[in-house]
């Protein structure tokens, strides 16, 4: 149905005044909810905001009147059974997901040329910016030219990905790259991308506004929801349907009202107040739902608290974290230099959808509804090992001394007691002991954004200078801002000195230390944390502390306000109780934290500095004006429509479309004689299975590069070589922290760590991969076994993508993570999931066994089928799993061998 004749069905195409001279039209949800005879006012506003997407979408193919009519009738108790098929006005890349994304498009180009097709059939179909965050890394930090450094690094390293990327930019219309050195994906989309309202003329020529929606490769897009942006991460493999003109879907949501109350105490910081929220919500179990955020409390925040709140919605587990428009927000984009006729634009659209203010208690019909004091939350950290272990800043000391010698099981680190005192000297000359902070970084999207924490650092550090406190030399300090307006603010406001004093000079705009680009500690610190088994720490203002992600040598890592990694930084040790213990000690006097710490007062002065529009203004036009000389002399750059994929280590044809056909084969409705590749416990993230952070010489990515003529020294990372499908499937699963239970424990109890597997056939230890090509090579279907919240973490689709590779059919869980769950279908992967409290524990799955299973030839959503179990010894058990296909439209996508393909033959066969 085109919008003409949607017109005529349900008369919702209304004018608004945007201002005394100008009108425009918009898809009016308060004509739907008169046409329709519902209560669409008492729908949480972010349903609404899809819901006019729905509207505005509907053709009668992809959007029907019957998903408008479902989504408008939302019900906050109604079982979730309708997917919605969401358009999106945007998408958003970060440049390691990004540059895999664009290998994909390249390789659907050579599909259409080989076909005989105009190439050009592959284009996105909405805007696509991608943003470089992702690639460089602290190899410099202490030193004047630190930054300079290390953006010369980077290049040196991603030459051939940036001129892949520059291939992109001049190949499709719509695809644009803001270059390195302007700040992180989430920071840049929320100060500069972000439009409030996009327009687009229809066939009659009339200008009709609608909001700007997008999905993200990356799972901290949410933090647009905390400016009323509907929008989530997903997997690149879903991004990349989506800006094909794929809707994404995904099945009508539980909404969970957040009423915050009352104010924050003085001194207390939006860390501390996400790192609480994130807890509160993470016991709610909010996993894939919407959260929204209303109330007084809500109201008092400043628009960029908001957007530190709504970045962390992957660590509560939620979909979103979504606050809707109000007065604060236009303020925000005023203060960031958009347009007059922007802001006038967005705001007359919102209050015209009636969709303006927050909302106060009892004018939402919420799913359920969840309560928070403000005046409760008190200072914070989070660790050492995930994001929702909040730790108040008083039983620090005492929690990792606790954690210390209790077993892994416990989220300890089996751990004799006395060895926590134990000094250690390294060939330097350097005292370390377990607890020692090595790593204290300012960074992460999540708190650099918000210029109230980062002034509080500041403060911090002046306050510490004055007072004479010095930061150990050897630990790593850095200060990676997510935008380059955050220096100018920190200059403009005289405290940028005294934070490189203490240590914590730029060093890099990008995700850096956050994503594990820490870089390297020292030879002599690592050799001494390995050989004596020192529980190192690093404390960062990140939103990620999972095991081996920030450092592989560092096993606490706690995540924390940019002021207290100051502070922490100072101390030197997370033994040291900062709440009775000072500091620091100068001359004889301590120095206590309550000393050095600023009121809220004291940084409210200064926020002036923050909000300055011609900042802004001047920083985001040298994207396109003046993106850099690094950047601007790139050479080698291929030209034209299609790709010739040049000899290279980063990039390679990916072999997704190999022996591509227009008629899809046969899905396999059956699994015969599978073998297990590994059996996992609990909480398997992304960053377990993903390959990321450094590539060891040893391992088979290693071998392979130093095979192809690469030398150690030029390994770079996992993450610059997503391009690569070699590479990367050779990482899958070879996480050094990563625990297969197929290897027998040890005599203390202990696991091997490494990805290292069973092959079953000989009983041969041996590498994931290995092991993988040998069942591979000899028709052997093999299967992965999990625990609870398997694949949380970052939305990394080589989670996914790699997993395929290694010839994985299924992956059999207790519970999947959203974007995960979503990616393994996408690539054709069954996602299984345990049935009435089994898992391998409790069904003996050692791993010795043979695997089968029956779909049938109606493969249903979310339906049940049966696991039969063969022992080694003959004996067969059946099991009931529940198949996490949870759509119709990811039904389709198995059957057409994953969701590219599926989106492939759409676009050639239009």
């Not at 950290?381 to 010698?405: C, H, M, W, Y």
Request: aromatic residues 8%.
């Amino acid at each position: 149905m085109s919008q003409n004749a949607y017109q005529d069905a349900f008369k919702t195409l209304k004018d608004f005044k945007i201002s005394e001279t100008k009108k425009g039209k918009f898809f009016s949800l308060p004509a739907l909810e008169k046409n329709l005879g519902v209560k669409i006012s008492r729908l949480p506003v972010s349903i609404r905001v899809v819901l006019e997407s729905v509207l505005r979408n509907c053709d009668g193919k992809k959007v029907t009147e019957e998903h408008v009519k479902q989504l408008a009738n939302w019900a906050p108790t109604a079982s979730r059974v309708d997917e919605i098929p969401f358009v999106v006005s945007r998408v958003v890349l970060q440049d390691f997901t990004g540059v895999p994304l664009l290998a994909d498009l390249a390789a659907m180009r050579n599909v259409a040329s080989a076909q005989g097709k105009n190439p050009k059939k592959i284009e996105p179909l909405v805007p696509v910016d991608l943003v470089v965050d992702h690639s460089v890394q602290i190899d410099h930090f202490r030193e004047k030219k630190a930054l300079d450094l290390n953006m010369k690094l980077e290049f040196s390293r991603n030459n051939e990905r940036y001129q892949f990327m520059k291939w992109g930019m001049q190949a499709f219309d719509t695809f644009g790259v803001v270059p390195p050195g302007f700040g992180i994906v989430h920071q840049v989309n929320l100060e500069y991308l972000a439009r409030g309202v996009h327009k687009v003329k229809d066939a009659k020529k009339n200008e009709v506004y609608y909001p700007d929606t997008l999905v993200g490769t990356d799972s901290h897009t949410t933090m647009i929801n905390g400016i009323g942006v509907v929008g989530w991460g997903v997997g690149g493999i879903e991004a990349e349907a989506g800006m094909l003109g794929q809707p994404v879907y995904f099945l009508t949501p539980d909404v969970v009202g957040v009423n915050l109350t009352g104010v924050l105490r003085d001194g207390v910081t939006a860390t501390d107040l996400v790192l609480t929220i994130t807890e509160m919500l993470r016991k709610a179990k909010v996993v894939g739902k919407f959260v929204e955020f209303f109330g007084e409390g809500t109201r008092s925040l400043s628009l960029t608290d908001r957007a530190t709140i709504a970045n962390m919605a992957p660590e509560y587990g939620a979909t979103m974290g979504f606050f809707p428009v109000d007065e604060a927000t236009i303020d925000y984009f005023k203060g960031t230099g958009r347009t007059k006729a922007e802001i006038d634009a967005f705001e007359a659209y919102f209050k015209a959808q009636k969709m303006f203010g927050i909302p106060k208690q009892g004018d939402i019909d919420y799913t359920t509804e969840l309560s928070l004091d403000l005046s409760n939350v008190a200072p914070s950290l989070a660790g050492p090992k995930r994001p929702q272990d909040r730790i108040e800043i008083g039983n620090v000391k005492s929690t990792f001394s606790d954690l210390f010698s209790k077993p892994v099981a416990e989220n300890g680190f089996n751990k004799a007691a006395e060895d926590l005192e134990k000094e250690f000297t390294t060939s330097e000359g350097i005292k370390i002991k377990s607890g020692d902070v090595l790593i204290a970084a300012i960074t992460s999207c999540t708190n650099t954004s918000n210029p109230s924490v980062l002034l509080a650092a500041g403060l911090v550090a002046k306050k510490a200078v004055e007072a004479g406190l010095k930061v150990a030399p050897h630990i790593k300090t850095s200060l990676a801002p997510g935008s380059r307006v955050v220096t100018k603010y920190l200059e403009a406001a005289g405290l940028l000195p005294y934070l490189e004093k203490l240590g914590f000079g730029v060093t890099a705009y990008g995700c850096t230390t956050c994503i594990g680009n820490a870089g390297d500690l020292t030879p002599s610190l690592n050799e001494a944390i390995t050989s004596n088994d020192v529980v190192a720490a690093a404390v960062l203002s990140g939103n990620r502390n999972f095991e081996a992600r920030i450092h592989p040598n560092i096993r606490a890592n706690f995540l924390a306000s940019p002021p207290l990694v100051v502070a922490y930084a100072i101390a030197g040790n997370v033994t040291r109780d900062l709440m009775t213990q000072p500091v620091g000690t100068v001359k004889g006097k301590d120095v206590f934290l309550g000393d050095i710490w600023p009121s809220t007062e004291e940084v409210n002065k200064l926020m002036k500095f923050a909000m300055n529009s011609k900042l802004f203004k001047d920083n985001y036009a040298d994207v396109k004006a003046a993106p850099g000389k690094l950047w601007e002399n790139i050479k080698g750059v291929a030209t034209g429509e299609v790709y010739n994929w040049p000899d290279s280590t980063y990039i390679a044809e990916p072999p997704f479309f190999a022996n591509f056909d227009m008629e899809p084969q046969a899905a396999s409705t059956s699994i015969v004689g599978a073998r297990a590749l590994g059996l996992f416990g609990d909480s398997i993230t992304t960053d377990h299975i993903s390959p990321a952070g450094s590539i060891k010489e040893s391992s088979p990515a290693g071998k392979w590069l130093k095979e192809n003529g690469v030398l150690k020294a030029d390994f770079n990372s996992y993450g610059s070589r997503r391009g690569n499908h070699e590479i990367m499937m050779r990482g899958t699963f070879a996480n050094v922290r990563i625990k297969n239970l197929m290897i027998p424990a040890r005599e203390d109890g202990s696991r091997v760590e490494g990805g290292e597997t069973l092959f079953q056939p000989t009983g041969e230890q041996m590498s994931i991969y290995d092991a993988a090509m040998k069942y591979v090579a000899e028709g052997t279907p093999t299967m992965i076994f999990g625990g609870e919240e398997y694949g949380t973490g970052s939305s990394r689709d080589w989670a996914a993508k790699g997993t395929q590779l290694l010839g994985v059919k299924a992956v059999v869980a207790k519970s999947f993570e959203r974007i995960h769950r979503s990616n393994l279908v996408g690539m054709g992967v069954l996602p299984l999931q345990f049935l009435n409290g089994d898992g391998i524990d409790s069904l003996g799955i050692t791993g010795n066994e043979t695997f089968s299973l029956e779909l049938g030839d109606d493969v249903k959503p979310q339906q049940e089928v049966t696991l039969v179990i063969t022992r080694a010894n003959g004996e067969q058990q059946k099991v009931q799993l529940l198949l996490r296909i949870d759509t119709a439209i990811e039904v389709d996508y198995y059957k057409h061998g994953g969701i590219l393909p599926f989106v492939l033959r759409q676009l050639l066969s239009a």
